[in-house]
């Protein structure tokens, strides 16, 4: 079993729709939670990231943490075309530590 | 500011031979680590460099495999006898010593 699970998908939805992106996780003692987008043959960027438990807002996108369950998840309110990429989950264990990260799951925002 | 650059960007080599990739993280941060992404894959740790010494090399595949940081800032990741299941994109992060990394753009190598 992986560390981290992620539907690969790929993920198509219409422009304006709210998007929801999750990755499953099986070592409890993970702390600190990461999303990243890529697009195609470029490096990953940094969207959000959270400790522990709980909600974090930055304008459209939302992380969700859920520890008790294991879960993460990555809201896109009012999609763009522009989000159309790849978006990886990564977490880790200390700071420091490296990161483990899920397959990716590819969106795409029909205009 | 300038972020993480990665040299080159693309890499063609031929089974066999030796390659070296290169980082240069942003200025300050202490932190290095280098990935591998595989097609249709999340990246895969290989090394993490705090300062000049090799932290954690635990994801580095086997002894073909090396990296250095000799000066505590830029690092080379260097392959040896390459075979096609070398053939990935090799990442670059830095960080500052927090809990966030940053990314270069990689370098796509493609062993034939």
């Known amino acids: 079993q992986k560390e981290v699970e992620q539907d690969p998908g790929p993920l198509s939805v219409p422009e304006g729709a709210i998007v929801s992106l999750n990755c499953t996780y099986s070592n409890s003692a993970f702390q600190y939670f990461m999303w990243y987008r890529q697009y195609s043959r470029k490096g990953p960027e940094l969207l959000m990231y959270?400790?522990?438990?709980g909600n974090k807002e930055d304008g459209r996108f939302t992380a969700q943490v859920d520890k008790s369950s294991k879960y993460i998840s990555l809201f896109i309110r009012d999609s763009q075309p522009s989000d159309s990429a790849t978006y990886l989950c990564?977490?880790?264990?200390?700071?420091?530590?490296?990161?483990?990260f899920g397959t990716g799951t590819s969106l795409t925002v029909i205009p | 500011g300038a972020g993480v650059s990665q040299t080159p960007s693309n890499k063609v080599t031929e089974k066999g031979k030796y390659v070296e990739l290169r980082c240069d993280p942003i200025s300050g941060h202490t932190a290095l680590y280098w990935y591998r992404q595989s097609l249709g894959q999340g990246p895969e740790f290989l090394i993490y460099?705090?300062?000049?010494?090799?932290?954690?090399d635990s994801g580095l595949p086997n002894d073909r495999f090396f990296a250095v940081r000799p000066e505590g800032s830029v690092s080379t990741l260097k392959i040896q006898r390459t075979e096609r299941g070398d053939s990935a994109m090799y990442l670059c992060a830095s960080s500052s010593g927090g809990y966030t990394q940053y990314f270069g753009p990689g370098t796509r190598l493609t062993v034939l």
């Open positions: 990564a977490m880790s264990l200390f700071t420091g530590n490296q990161f483990y």
């Open positions: 959270t400790y522990s438990s």
């Open positions: 460099f705090q300062g000049t010494g090799a932290a954690d």
